[in-house]
């Protein structure tokens, strides 16, 4: 079977929330172990549906979910327009929801394989696994029935019944599918998946799947930790993308590509990723705790925003102390990655840690969006009263996601947090918004890796 399978980290993004939509501001993000697998295999020829039409088509399936398959056609359109994708119902039953960042991933990696000179796409099958720390549990979790010991679970609920944790899966699923096509379609391009030239041209066709998916809002550090692992990011000009214009419209085809192959002379890609610059010295450990709550992070990015653009100077102020604090917290884990620091030198990091969230709580209350609730706070506090406990944030744009925690790297300070979480109850009610569930802490930690080429064995009983 020729099978191709790649997998992409989440993301947390540390330090840099908002800021990292604009240009001048940078971002400290560290990619996480929990990853997003996509496996792409050849399918059958083409079936021939109703009316008696054959039909180029991809099956994706999601099989730790029910009723999560997806069947879709496409098509080249006229125009050099890029590919059409359509969603058929075919032989499956599934009621499943479309799913616009697949959707938009398959259209916009097709528009750019069917610009390569004699390329042909065949029909494949697409399964999509994700670690289990992508989403909280429930009790209706099991494990594979064919392979106990597999590192996937079987969450037997629909993917509309289950809570994200805020651990980038969009941005990890679209990356993973993007690499795995391109990997599957044209293997030996741009000096194969270890070459920076090929993860270059995945980023940046990433981008701007990822981007027209999510309609324009956000920086892309997330797509970049996908790609290249954990890094200090500062975004491409806006402008790359908005020059390629949509899917369907004359000559798209022509333009995505030279866009992905950065030759556009016009504009060229600038997005800063420097993957040495993010560090996590020894002794100090990155985990993330669930609430099983999860945000709308568009919507509160808009908000922010308008806010910003009605208060410029306020919102300036605001901004460059934010940015000097989160320079800051880089260059002091930077120090102690150095320096090997000792227990006792984390006081330097915890008290910066502090003042970052005085000033999103700042952002926060005059934005009027809860980017560290109070429920948050009152979290957050509780945690690093735990022996072992530095810091932590509400991280990338806040809300009710999951919140980053710098702890201790010895097993004691991870059960003594743990052993907390179990017992918390919140006390504050969230005014209007959700209120956080059962806190735990998720297997996940820091991941310095990217993209990932995987073996097939770890697959067993998926496939």
Known sequence: MDLTAISAPGKVLLAGGYLVVDRAYTGLVFGLSARIHVLVKPLPLPQTLSRDVHINHILVRSPQFTDAEWRYGFKALDDDAGVDIVALKGDSDSDAPRNKFVETALAYVLSYIIARPSSH????????????????QSETSS??????????????????EVHKTGLGSSAALVTAITAAMLAHYIPESYGGIRSDAWKNRVHNLAQAAHSTAQGKVGSGFDVAAAVFGSCIYK???PEILEALGSLGTKGFTKRLQRTVDDDVAEIRWDAQIKASSARMPAGLRLVMCDVDCGSETPSMVRKVFAWRRDNPDEALLLW???QRGNEDLAAELERLS????????FQDLATTILTIRSLVREMSN???????PQVQTE????????????????PGAGGFDALALLIEDREEAFKNLSSFLDGYKATSLVGGGPRIGKARLLGAKQEMRGLVSESQAVYKGWI
């Open 366 to 372: 005059k934005a009027n969006v809860p980017i560290e």
């Open 121 to 136: 796409i065949a029909p494949v099958a697409i399964i999509i696994l994700a670690d289990d720390d992508y989403y909280s």
């Open 235 to 237: 975004r491409f000009t």
């Open 143 to 160: 494990r594979c029935s064919d392979n106990e010991s597999s590192q996937f679970q079987n969450f037997n609920v629909t993917l509309g």
């Open 379 to 394: 979290l957050l506090d509780a945690c690093t009263r735990v022996p072992g406990v530095v810091g932590g944030v509400v």
């Open 320 to 322: 460059e102390t934010l």
């Open 338 to 345: 150095v320096d090997s620091g000792t227990v006792s030198s």
